[in-house]
């Protein structure tokens, strides 16, 4: 074992889940459980990103699998307050008009 702990808090909030810590090889399990159990109740998911302070290409094939099961339910994902980090990987991946993103300001203090 390398040492390195990857940790990520999956807090249920209204209309979703909020997201906090890191999103990788480590921690995309159990956020894409989450997500599944999550969406066997509804189709409709918005996740919070506003404290993701990592994210690799794991995390990105969760988003890419909710928003699919989502979308055959007849529902849709929708990522709010994104973080830096998660906006560069959405960038670096060309994947940034993909998802439907809303900026909440009131879920979240505002950056310095």
Not at 5 to 13: A, F, K, N, R, Y
Not at 39 to 49: A, C, I, K, N, V
Not at 60 to 76: K, N
Request: glycine share 8%; hydrophobic share 40%; proline share 4%.
């Amino acid at each position: 074992m390398d040492g390195v702990v990857s940790e990520l808090t999956i807090t249920p909030v209204s209309g979703g889940l909020s997201l906090s810590g890191e999103i990788d090889g480590r921690t995309a399990p159990e956020l894409k459980a989450s997500v599944t159990r999550y969406l066997t109740s509804s189709s409709e998911l918005r996740l919070d990103m506003a404290n993701v302070t990592f994210m690799d290409s794991s995390g990105l094939r969760v988003l890419l699998a909710a928003r699919m099961t989502a979308r055959d339910d007849g529902g849709d994902l929708v990522l709010s307050n994104l973080s830096t980090a998660v906006v560069r990987v959405l960038r670096l991946s060309k994947l940034d008009g993909e998802f439907e993103v809303v900026d909440e300001p009131g879920d979240h203090p505002p950056s310095a």
